[in-house]
């Protein structure tokens, strides 16, 4: 089990984290003891939304050999959707059989291709936008249709990462994550 | 209002960003233009319990100017609340009218000696060694008690972030960036 998470300029870092947290305590809690994870990147170095900076583990790395990716969204969404270079990177996942968005992350995955004829949802306030990428857009908290898992807005990522360690590793797993994170869920 | 983001190696980073988000978007969102923030470590990057890294803005820099510090938690405050020289940094915050921590945060503010005589709380898994630095443990999702605001585990920072928002700006607002954050609350 070897899960991306993608970061990239402009992200909201809630969205990111907010699915991080329970996916990564599928091993840090011990469950799942061979899973691991990086953090891809297009960039040596990434700022977010409102001037936080990370570092990630992996800079411009193809996406193909990892079993779920993780895209975050954020207000820039709207525009790196148009941009060719990024896009294409991520369609570098199209081989992996678990492809996550949170909030207008979605747009990236529907820009890159992946939710031809899929349901899928987002933040309340990009359906329209989403609704040009995918069959239909649901309004539910997490949407899960073939290897797409999609989710609302932002702190939604957390009830995605939670759905995500249940289909990993069983309800009993999610439900001590949920509980160590203190999470009514 | 001037806010600081205390971040330091082991953290569990989304207690810190689950504060971070809601507050930050006092600004971002447009209803308090004249506030800022900085993201304060003890060292030039920061690793958080998982292996993610962040660069703070500021290295060591005392928070006695802060409105507002922010202290997150992680399994590694058992430890660094022995750590003289991190403490002493912690203390600087002394003369700061608002005092907060998320999760095990709570220990680091106890160990500063912010918590005498005051109601608070934290993780439940961390609530025996609260004890030892505050009045009185309270089971509840968010404590205030005169300058000092502490939060249950990890989750918990979003509710306190929105706490503060109201505290600062109001329910109107708080609600505002609650549904942007697409939080049930």
Known sequence: MKIAFVIFDGMTSLDFLGAYDPLTRLKSMGF??????EVCAPTEQVTDDRGLVFTPTQVGLSLERFDL?????GFVTRQI????????????????????SVCSGALLLGAAGFLKG???????????ELAEYCE?????RVVEDGPVITCGGVTAGIDMG????????????????????????
Not at 86 to 93: K, N
Not at 118 to 128: L, S
């Open 81 to 100: 959707r148009y941009e060719g270079p990024f896009i294409h990177w991520l369609q570098s996942m199209e081989p992996c059989p678990f492809k996550a």
């Open 162 to 185: 939670l759905h995500l360690c249940e289909k990993f590793a069983g309800f009993d797993v999610k439900e001590k994550i949920r509980r160590q994170m203190d999470y009514y869920g």
């Open 136 to 140: 239909k857009v649901v309004d539910q």
């Open 69 to 73: 990716v993780v895209v975050p969204g």
């Open 32 to 37: 799942l003891k061979n899973m691991n994870w």
């Open 118 to 128: 899929r349901k899928a949802t987002t933040h309340p306030a990009a359906r329209v």
